[in-house]
């Protein structure tokens, strides 16, 4: 969100991350960064999305957070616009297929590929993502609830998916508005 309030769309997340990498350069360092939930949405998936923060891994971990804050005052964004806080909704086995969405010589930015996005956010059951979980299952071609089940299964193979999450993919594929 911005200082009025507002979330942060593709032009104001390249905006922030072109400013971070900018004073990273000055620090000599380059960064590592791996997006995915709403971000990851915004960036590759849904360019009319906006979201209120950027969840991600990132290394190396100490500077970037210190230059995030940097530029969460200098886009009045809130300290945390940056953070590592879903971190462990990440899939144990890596994501091989995650892409790169974003390049500066200080800041290289990797995207969640739809497959983890769609099953974390699946296994999240929100309501709220209902939206991104229809533009993923288009994305990827999937005709049913089995087979994005199925997908989670694969993605997180020790994870059980929760049963509200099957209500939601149910309204999905079933409901009136699918």
């Known amino acids: 969100m911005n200082a009025d309030g507002s979330l ?25 960064l791996y997006i995915f939930g709403g971000a990851a949405m915004a960036l590759v998936y ?7 923060d950027i969840d991600a891994v990132f290394h190396p971990h100490g500077v970037v957070l210190e230059e ?3 530029v969460a ?21 890596g994501d091989a297929a995650a892409s790169r969405v974003f390049d500066h010589p200080g800041l290289r930015v990797s995207a ?7 099953a974390m956010k699946v296994l999240a059951a929100r309501r709220r993502d209902a939206d991104d979980i229809r533009v993923l299952v288009r994305h990827l071609g999937l005709g049913t609830a089995a087979e994005v089940l199925d997908l989670c299964a694969y993605v997180f193979p020790d994870e059980e998916v929760p049963p509200r999450a099957r209500m939601v993919l149910e309204e999905i594929f079933n409901g009136e508005d699918s």
Do not use: C, K, M
Not at 46 to 52: G, N, V
Not at 73 to 90: K, R, T
């Open 8 to 32: 942060l769309d593709r032009a104001a997340i390249e905006d922030a991350f072109r400013r971070l990498g900018d004073r990273l350069v000055r620090r000599g360092v380059v960064a590592d």
């Open 46 to 52: 849904d360019s009319r999305r906006a979201t209120r």
């Open 68 to 70: 995030a804050r940097s």
């Open 73 to 93: 005052e200098e886009l009045g964004l809130p300290q945390w616009w940056l953070n590592e806080q879903a971190s462990v909704y990440i899939a144990p086995g």
């Open 112 to 118: 969640a590929s739809p497959e983890h996005l769609l």
